[in-house]
C-alpha cells in the first residue's frame, strides 16, 4: 500500500489549536483519521487536501452534497444572484421561488418558513406543536439526532447499553456538559421501532405530549429503516391524541426521493424539517407543514425569525440543487450505486471472514462489525465493534477512500460504478487486515 502523508495538515491543526478551540469548528471534525484534516477543493466524488491527497469521498461533507462537490449549476447560480446583493432582510423572488417548489414536492408542505440549519428548525417545530396542542413536552427516541441544543442533546450517547435502563423507562444520558438540568424535563425518550412500547406509554401519557419527532429512517445511529407498519402507527396515534407528528428529514429529505422520506414511505407528517441535502453545502433549513400548524406561525401566535435566514445565496443554492434533483432524476441509480457497494461490502466481508453488517435503504447505508443479522434500534448499537471499525475507517482513509467515522456511507448522483469498485477494492484490502 503507498504510504500516504498528512504532514502539512497536521503543521495547520497546530496552529489552528492556537486561535480555535481544539482546532476545529465542529467537535466531530477532531475525530477524522489520523487527526483533523485539512481540505483545499473538492469536484465530483472527491475531495483534496494540503497534502495533495485525492480522496474518494463517502462523506460527502457529512450529508449535504448530493450533487457532489462543486457542482457547476449550483456554483453558477450562488455567484449570479448573489452579484446584486447578499442579504436585504426582506424578500426576494427567488425566495417564494423555492418555497413553491418544494409546496408542489413535498406532500405536507402547505406553509414554510426558512432558517438556517437543522438544530434552528426543530426548535421552531416544537415551539408550534407546544401552542397549539397547549402541552409542553415532545416524545424522542433513542439515538435519534435533532441537533445539538440543549433539549435534544440527550439520549444519543451512553457508557453502554446496560446503562441505557429498561425498555420502558429508560435514562436518557446527556450528550455534553453544560446542559441545564431542567432540559431533563422537556421530554419522554422511549426506544424506537416498538410501536406496542409507544401505545402504552401514550395511553398514560398523552396529555403531556405536544409532538412526537422522528428520523424516519434512523440515519445517525446504525441507519436503521423502520419496521414495517411502525411509521403509519406513529401517524395513527398522534392523531388519535391530538399531537404532531413531526419528521426530521435533515438526512432523507431529497435523498430518499425529491419528495422525502415522506413520499417515499407515503406518510404525510404535520411538520418536517429539511436541511443538508437541500442547499448543497449552503447554510439553509426549512421547517414545512400543513397550513393548520404553521398557520400559527402565520398569524405570528408563534414566533419565528432570524436576521440571516433565507440570504441570497442559500436560496440560490437550494433552488439550483433541487432544479438539478428534477432535471436529471438521480434517484434510482444513486439506489442501484448504494445496493451495490453495500453488496460489495458484504461480499469482501464473507470472503475475509469479518461479522460485517451492512444495512440501509441505498442512497446512505451503515457498516460496522457486529454478532447480529439486523440492528433494530439504538440499543442493539451497543454490540458493534467500535475499535476495529475505527481500524476499517483508518484503513479506508489510507487508501484514500473517505467515510464517515460511525460507518455512514453516502451515495451522491456524482459517484460512477468505477467509484464502487475501487471503494469494494479500498475495503476488501483493509478487512485482510483485521
Not at 202 to 227: D, F, K, R
Not at 361 to 371: A, E, I, V
Request: net charge negative.
Amino acid at each position: 500500500m503507498e504510504r500516504i502523508a498528512y504532514t502539512e495538515s497536521a503543521k495547520l491543526l497546530e496552529r489552528a489549536k492556537k486561535v480555535l478551540a481544539g482546532g476545529v469548528s465542529s467537535e466531530f471534525r477532531k475525530y477524522n483519521h489520523p487527526h483533523a484534516i485539512f481540505y483545499t477543493h473538492g469536484k465530483g466524488s472527491r475531495v483534496y487536501d494540503v497534502d495533495g491527497n485525492e480522496y474518494l469521498d463517502f462523506t460527502l461533507s457529512q450529508g449535504p452534497l448530493i450533487l457532489g462537490h462543486s457542482h457547476p449549476h449550483v456554483l453558477k447560480s450562488v455567484t449570479e444572484y448573489s452579484g446584486p446583493g447578499q442579504l436585504f432582510a426582506g424578500q426576494h423572488i427567488r425566495e417564494i421561488e423555492l418555497a413553491e417548489k418544494l409546496s408542489a414536492l413535498v406532500p405536507s408542505a402547505e406553509l414554510m418558513r426558512f432558517c438556517l440549519d437543522g438544530s434552528e428548525a426543530v426548535q421552531t417545530a416544537f415551539r408550534v406543536a407546544r401552542a397549539k396542542t397547549g402541552k409542553q413536552k415532545f416524545l424522542r427516541f433513542e439515538g435519534h439526532y435533532h441537533g445539538w441544543l440543549d433539549n435534544v442533546a440527550w439520549g444519543i450517547s451512553a457508557p453502554d447499553a446496560a446503562s441505557l435502563g429498561p425498555r420502558e423507562e429508560p435514562v436518557a444520558w446527556p450528550w455534553s456538559g453544560g446542559l441545564p438540568e431542567q432540559a431533563r424535563n422537556e421530554f419522554i425518550i422511549l426506544p424506537w421501532n416498538d410501536l406496542d412500547l409507544l401505545k402504552a406509554k401514550l395511553a398514560s401519557h398523552h396529555h403531556e405530549i405536544a409532538g412526537i419527532i422522528t428520523e424516519p429512517v434512523m440515519c445517525n445511529s446504525g441507519c436503521i429503516l423502520p419496521q414495517e407498519g411502525f411509521l403509519q402507527g406513529l401517524r395513527a396515534l398522534c392523531d388519535q391524541y391530538g399531537i404532531a407528528l413531526i419528521f426530521d428529514e435533515v438526512i432523507t429529505g431529497f435523498r430518499l426521493s425529491i419528495g422525502g422520506a415522506q413520499q417515499y414511505f407515503g406518510i404525510s407528517p404535520d411538520m418536517s424539517i429539511f436541511a443538508k441535502a437541500m442547499g448543497s453545502g449552503y447554510p439553509i433549513s426549512a421547517i414545512v407543514g400543513k397550513r393548520e400548524w404553521m398557520g400559527l406561525i402565520e398569524s405570528a401566535k408563534v414566533i419565528h425569525a432570524g436576521t440571516m435566514n433565507s440570504s441570497n445565496a442559500t436560496i440560490a443554492a437550494a433552488l439550483a440543487t433541487i432544479e438539478v434533483l428534477e432535471q436529471e432524476q438521480p434517484y434510482a441509480r444513486m439506489f442501484a450505486l448504494g445496493n451495490q457497494l453495500m453488496e460489495g461490502l458484504r461480499e469482501a466481508a464473507a470472503r475475509h471472514g469479518q461479522p460485517l453488517l451492512v444495512q440501509g435503504p441505498g442512497p446512505m447505508f451503515n457498516s460496522g462489525f457486529t454478532g447480529l443479522d439486523q440492528v433494530r434500534d439504538y440499543r442493539d448499537t451497543f454490540s458493534y465493534d467500535k475499535a476495529k471499525l475505527g481500524k476499517f475507517i483508518a484503513g479506508l482513509h489510507d487508501r484514500k477512500v473517505r467515510v464517515i467515522g460511525r460507518g455512514l456511507w453516502y451515495i451522491s448522483a456524482a459517484h460512477t460504478e468505477e467509484d464502487i469498485e475501487r471503494a469494494v477494492a479500498a475495503a476488501s484490502d483493509v478487512m485482510a487486515t483485521l
